[in-house]
C-alpha cells in the first residue's frame, strides 16, 4: 500500500510539473505572439519618408521628361502607364497625391481567430487606378500571428474591377464582383502589370485562370506537401499561388525568389511586373 501510495504521489507530482510547464509555454506563446501582433499592427502602413512637394509646375508641362515621370511618382505612386492615361486630368493626378500622404486613423479589424486586417477608421477609401484585366493587385494588411502574409488577386475583369482570388482555409476560390473595392479600404496596396504584354495576352491569362482556377480548396501548404506547378487540373491553392500559377500556365514565373512558396510579398518583388500604383507602400522599396 505505502508503494502504491509513493507511486501515486509521483505520478500526481509528474502530471502537475508537466501542467504547470504547459502552462508556462502557452503563456510565453501567448505573449510573444500579443507582442509579435502590435509590432506588426505598427507597420500597417509606410507614409513617404520624403515631404508632399507642389507638383502643378510638373502638370502644366506639354510634355514630360523621364525625370518629371519619376518626380510625379514619388509625389503620387502612380507608374508611368497611369500617369500617361490621366496626362489630361491633373485634378485626378493630385487627388492621388491627396492619397499617397494620407494620414488617417488606423483601425485593426479581427477577420479571424488569428488574422488581423488594417483599414481607416474612418472608412477611407483610396483611389484606384483604372484596372486592366490580367493587372493583379497586392496587399499587405491581412497579417496573422505577427506575420504580415498579406493578400494578392488577379483582376479578371478591368471594367468592373473583379478578381480571382483564393481567401482562406475552408473557402474555395471565387470570382469576386467589384473585389477591387476591397483592397481600396485598406491601408496598402499596389497595381501590377505584366511588362511587355498585349492587353490581349493578360485578358487571355486571366480567361484560363478563371477556367482553371476558380473553385479550388485553400491550402497554404501548396508547394510544401505538394507541387507547387499543379497543372490544367489544381487540387490546392491559395492567394498568392493562384496568381502565381495563372501566370505560370503562360510561362512566366513571378515568384521573385523562386522558392517552393509564392509569397504575396515574392509577387511585389518580381521584374516581370511594372508598378502601376503603388499606395501605402514606399514607392522605392515596395514592399
Known amino acids: 500500500m505505502r508503494t502504491f501510495c509513493r507511486i501515486l504521489k509521483k505520478t500526481c507530482f509528474v502530471l502537475l510539473a508537466a501542467a504547470m510547464g504547459l502552462s508556462m509555454l502557452l503563456a510565453f506563446a501567448a505573449a510573444f505572439f500579443s507582442i509579435a501582433d502590435a509590432a ?6 509606410t507614409l513617404p519618408s520624403y515631404a508632399r512637394e507642389d507638383i502643378t509646375p510638373i502638370l502644366e508641362k506639354e510634355a514630360w521628361t ?33 492619397a499617397l500622404f494620407y494620414d488617417g486613423e488606423i483601425a ?6 488569428t488574422t488581423k486586417r488594417d483599414v481607416f477608421a474612418d472608412g477611407y477609401h483610396a483611389p484606384m487606378v483604372a484596372l486592366e484585366t490580367g493587372d493583379v493587385i497586392v496587399t499587405s494588411t491581412c497579417h496573422t500571428l505577427g506575420w504580415r502574409n498579406g493578400h494578392a488577386a488577379l483582376v479578371v475583369s478591368g471594367s468592373n474591377g473583379s478578381v480571382l482570388e483564393s481567401v482562406s482555409l475552408g473557402q474555395p476560390s471565387v470570382v469576386s464582383y467589384g473585389g477591387s473595392s476591397w483592397f481600396r479600404r485598406g491601408t496598402n496596396f499596389i497595381v501590377l502589370r505584366l511588362k511587355g504584354a498585349t492587353a490581349e495576352e ?9 477556367e482553371r482556377l476558380r473553385n479550388i480548396p485553400y491550402s497554404i501548404t501548396v508547394g510544401i506537401f505538394s507541387p507547387k506547378d499543379q497543372g490544367e487540373t489544381p487540387e490546392e491553392t491559395h492567394c498568392s499561388h493562384l496568381v502565381w500559377q495563372a ?41
Open 66 to 98: 523621364d525625370e518629371d515621370y519619376n518626380a510625379l511618382y514619388l509625389q503620387t505612386g502612380l507608374g508611368r502607364s497611369a500617369l500617361e492615361s490621366l496626362k489630361d486630368d491633373p485634378e485626378r493626378i493630385l487627388e492621388f497625391q491627396d
Open 202 to 210: 493578360r485578358a487571355a491569362i486571366a480567361q484560363t485562370a478563371t
Open 108 to 113: 485593426h479589424e479581427q477577420v479571424a481567430i
Open 247 to 287: 501566370y505560370f500556365y503562360y510561362g512566366y514565373d513571378i515568384d521573385a525568389d523562386g522558392g517552393p512558396v509564392c509569397t504575396a510579398r515574392d509577387i511585389t518583388q518580381s521584374d516581370l511586373f511594372e508598378v502601376v500604383q503603388v499606395f501605402g507602400f514606399d514607392p522605392v522599396e515596395l514592399w
Open 40 to 45: 506588426a499592427d505598427a507597420t500597417a502602413r
